[in-house]
């Protein structure tokens, strides 16, 4: 996934889209008939699961999906209720200093889905298999998968690509390896696609179906749409039977996720249209440094209660 991001849309900032006729239920309609089989508030003290995601769909349930790159926040995450986390190869612009995607080792990869996996016990955690590491074909995406699942205990992973990416999800799946696929705008090629809502058009929208059909006949239990119009997003909702995960892609997915770097608002400068800031911490973090700083400068930090003798 992607951030910084200001695609151009009808729908103004912060506006209440409109609801499609899909017939998909909406968070506050849905009710649990068992609650601890719910994905958000469920209480079950195991590890969430591929078919856990599977059978929210079937009730209806729609569940959020937050990013994680380190095992503090992910343990935050994780006692909030967050059902799914994804160690995104985002972590090169958020966490890496990247200005792209594309720079991300799955070196770096699996040493973050680590320590997040490490961090929590019932969020199901899925890892990007970063570019580069799975392009060549499905014996090399294999081999990335099986480190990340192997030496990370991810619970399953994530690529890029519809048709284009088939061979690559059906061995992964086919040697039991649960894949969510991404469409729509795929960061990792920033470089032919640009940073565009994807889908737009009779032509394109008929790829972005196909590219969504793929992905599921290959076995995926999941796919993210990224940047994708509204109503198309509804349409692939409907007539899938995995779930959707929506980002920039309207009210109607399955479910929806955040770079949570954007989310808490620790991103600096112009933060994507597709996002809502729910906390300022990076101003808090700020005010933090700052007070402590000044404490030092001026000889009331550390105090005595602060001090060993």
């Excluded at 990247?98 to 770096?108: G, I, Q, R, S």
């Excluded at 799946?173 to 737009?200: A, D, E």
């Excluded at 008929?206 to 990224?226: H, N, P, S, T």
């Excluded at 198309?232 to 009210?251: D, M, N, Q």
Aim: net charge negative; aromatic share 6%.
């Amino acid at each position: 996934m992607t951030r910084a991001l200001n695609p151009q849309s009808s729908t103004p900032h912060g506006s209440t889209p409109h609801s499609s006729t899909s017939g998909s239920s909406t968070a506050s309609a849905w009710k649990p008939a068992d609650s601890s089989k719910a994905l958000y508030g469920g209480r079950s003290g195991r590890r969430i699961t591929v078919h856990d995601i599977g059978g929210a769909k079937e009730r209806g349930e729609k569940w959020p999906m937050l990013t994680a790159y380190d095992a503090m926040t992910a343990s935050v995450f994780d006692e909030a209720g967050i059902p799914v986390m994804l160690v995104g190869d985002s972590m090169g612009n958020c966490h890496l200093g990247y200005d792209t995607t594309v720079p991300v080792t799955l070196d770096e990869m699996t040493m973050l889905s680590a320590a997040v996996v490490r961090g929590t016990s019932r969020a199901l955690i899925v890892a990007d298999l970063p570019f580069g590491s799975y392009q060549e074909g499905p014996v090399q995406a294999l081999r990335s998968a099986m480190r990340l699942i192997k030496d990370a205990g991810v619970g399953a992973v994530k690529l890029e690509g519809g048709e284009r990416s088939h061979q690559q999800i059906d061995l992964l799946v086919q040697s039991g390896i649960p894949v969510m696929g991404h469409i729509g705008l795929t960061p990792q090629s920033v470089n032919s696609m640009g940073y565009r809502v994807q889908g737009r058009g009779e032509e394109a929208a008929q790829q972005l179906l196909r590219d969504a059909k793929a992905v599921q006949d290959a076995g995926a239990f999941a796919v993210v749409l990224e940047l994708v119009p509204a109503e198309l997003a509804a349409e692939v909702t409907r007539i899938l039977h995995i779930p959707t995960v929506g980002i920039g892609a309207g009210p109607e997915c399955d479910a929806q996720v955040l770079v949570y770097t954007d989310m808490v608002g620790l991103t600096g400068g112009k933060v994507p249209r597709f996002t809502k800031q729910y906390a300022d911490l990076r101003r808090t973090l700020g005010d933090a440094a700052k007070e402590f700083a000044d404490e030092v400068v001026g000889g009331t930090f550390p105090l005595e209660q602060h001090t060993f003798h």
